[in-house]
């Protein structure tokens, strides 16, 4: 009986284990997809900023306002 008891005692912990284990792998993938959003983000904001200060700068150009 002890050593049936004890063998369960070891699956579940073996399970645990693998659980904690895939929760942990999960963790890190949202982790890496968070950061890979962040940084397409800053990206796309950092291009919209460039077209934007290029609209400006044409505009000035046309209206010859950059002397």
Do not use: C, H, P, W
Not at 12 to 20: I, P, R
Not at 30 to 45: I, R
């Amino acid at each position: 009986m002890a050593d049936n008891s004890q063998n369960m005692s070891y699956k579940v912990g073996e399970a645990k284990g693998q659980a904690q284990e895939k929760a942990s792998n999960l963790m890190d993938r949202a982790g890496d997809a968070a950061q890979s959003a962040k940084e397409s983000a800053q990206e796309t904001g950092q291009q919209m900023k460039a077209k934007a200060q290029g609209a400006a700068d044409a505009v000035k150009n046309a209206t010859n306002t950059n002397n």
